[in-house]
Protein backbone atom coordinates (compact mmCIF):
# COMPACT_ATOMS: atom_id res chain seq x y z
CA UNK A 1 0.00 0.00 0.00
CA UNK A 2 1.06 3.53 -0.50
CA UNK A 3 -0.75 5.94 1.65
CA UNK A 4 0.10 5.87 5.53
CA UNK A 5 1.17 2.63 4.41
CA UNK A 6 1.45 1.10 8.28
CA UNK A 7 -1.84 2.18 9.22
CA UNK A 8 -3.58 0.71 5.69
CA UNK A 9 -1.87 -2.33 6.14
CA UNK A 10 -3.26 -2.93 9.56
CA UNK A 11 -6.55 -2.00 8.28
CA UNK A 12 -6.13 -4.82 5.96
CA UNK A 13 -5.36 -7.39 7.82
CA UNK A 14 -8.16 -6.39 10.37
CA UNK A 15 -10.89 -6.13 7.21
CA UNK A 16 -9.75 -9.46 6.39
CA UNK A 17 -9.69 -10.97 9.73
CA UNK A 18 -13.32 -9.13 10.74
CA UNK A 19 -14.98 -10.30 7.24
CA UNK A 20 -13.29 -13.77 7.22
CA UNK A 21 -12.80 -12.87 3.62
CA UNK A 22 -9.44 -12.63 1.35
CA UNK A 23 -8.86 -9.05 0.32
CA UNK A 24 -6.34 -7.87 -2.36
CA UNK A 25 -4.32 -4.73 -2.14
CA UNK A 26 -5.54 -3.17 -5.95
CA UNK A 27 -3.82 0.40 -5.07
CA UNK A 28 -2.50 2.65 -7.13
CA UNK A 29 0.11 5.14 -7.18
CA UNK A 30 -1.56 8.36 -8.41
CA UNK A 31 -4.93 7.23 -6.22
CA UNK A 32 -5.87 9.53 -3.36
CA UNK A 33 -5.97 7.02 -1.00
CA UNK A 34 -5.31 3.00 -0.54
CA UNK A 35 -7.69 0.36 -1.82
CA UNK A 36 -8.15 -3.06 -1.41
CA UNK A 37 -11.07 -5.65 -3.55
CA UNK A 38 -12.44 -9.10 -3.07
CA UNK A 39 -13.43 -10.17 -6.64
CA UNK A 40 -15.43 -13.30 -5.22
CA UNK A 41 -18.43 -10.92 -3.99
CA UNK A 42 -17.04 -7.97 -6.63
CA UNK A 43 -16.66 -5.52 -3.58
CA UNK A 44 -14.01 -2.45 -3.40
CA UNK A 45 -12.92 -0.56 -0.12
CA UNK A 46 -10.66 2.56 0.10
CA UNK A 47 -9.23 3.12 3.11
CA UNK A 48 -9.21 6.21 4.76
CA UNK A 49 -5.97 8.17 3.91
CA UNK A 50 -7.00 10.76 6.85
CA UNK A 51 -6.04 13.91 5.52
CA UNK A 52 -8.20 14.70 2.71
CA UNK A 53 -10.61 11.15 3.63
CA UNK A 54 -11.36 10.32 7.01
CA UNK A 55 -14.04 7.21 6.13
CA UNK A 56 -13.96 3.80 4.65
CA UNK A 57 -15.83 3.77 1.30
CA UNK A 58 -17.44 0.55 -0.56
CA UNK A 59 -18.90 -0.32 -3.83
CA UNK A 60 -19.15 -2.63 -6.41
CA UNK A 61 -15.62 -3.18 -7.54
CA UNK A 62 -17.51 -3.87 -11.18
CA UNK A 63 -19.13 -0.14 -10.71
CA UNK A 64 -15.80 1.57 -10.02
CA UNK A 65 -15.70 4.62 -12.01
CA UNK A 66 -19.80 4.95 -12.27
CA UNK A 67 -20.58 5.95 -8.58
CA UNK A 68 -19.15 7.06 -5.54
CA UNK A 69 -20.30 4.05 -3.16
CA UNK A 70 -21.12 4.17 0.03
CA UNK A 71 -19.32 6.14 2.92
CA UNK A 72 -18.48 4.34 6.57
CA UNK A 73 -17.26 6.32 9.30
CA UNK A 74 -16.83 3.16 11.60
CA UNK A 75 -15.36 0.11 10.64
CA UNK A 76 -17.69 -1.91 12.64
CA UNK A 77 -20.94 -0.82 10.40
CA UNK A 78 -18.46 -1.15 7.29
CA UNK A 79 -18.07 -5.17 8.58
CA UNK A 80 -21.89 -5.52 9.09
CA UNK A 81 -22.51 -4.20 5.45
CA UNK A 82 -20.34 -6.86 4.19
CA UNK A 83 -21.61 -9.77 6.69
CA UNK A 84 -24.69 -8.64 5.23
CA UNK A 85 -23.73 -8.53 1.26
CA UNK A 86 -21.94 -11.71 1.79
CA UNK A 87 -25.71 -13.47 3.00
CA UNK A 88 -27.65 -12.06 0.16
Not at 32 to 39: F, H, M, T, V
Not at 74 to 84: A, F, R
Amino acid sequence: MIHNKVINEELHRMINRLTGMDWDDVSYGNDDCDSIENSEFDLMIFLPNFYDYTSFTMMRASEYGMGNGKEYYSLGELVKDVEQLKED
